[in-house]
């Protein structure tokens, strides 16, 4: 399986930033919703770990919140190794929004 690694820094400190990413994936799910299914999220302090199948894959991993970083694992399915940069470039643009 194919995995990506983003790290994300930040000036927010670790609570500031965890409160905007929460409020983000709520506005993201509220949108996009019906496209995800079997969506699995768990925090455990300020770690966040996730799972879900968009267009029949499944995606899992963890977002780390950090004082001055945010860090994303995840397996990708096979399928998606051709998009890997993309989606690690995505990523990065996302998070670096919610964390100006």
């Known amino acids: 399986m194919p ?3 983003v790290e994300t820094p930040h000036v927010l400190g670790r ?3 965890l409160q905007r990413l929460q409020e983000k994936f709520d506005e993201v799910y509220a ?3 019906n496209r995800i299914d079997d969506l699995q999220q768990q925090w455990a302090d300020h770690t ?8 029949g894959m499944s995606v899992r991993g963890t977002l780390a919140v950090e004082e001055s970083t945010v860090d994303v694992h995840a397996d990708l399915p096979l ?3 051709f998009f890997k940069s993309a989606i690690e470039q995505r990523i990065r643009e996302e998070l670096t929004k919610i964390l100006a």
């Open 31 to 33: 949108q996009f919703g």
């Open 15 to 17: 609570e500031a930033a």
């Open 48 to 55: 966040l770990t996730f799972s879900f199948r968009v267009t």
């Open 79 to 81: 399928p998606a190794l």
């Open 3 to 5: 995995q990506i690694r």
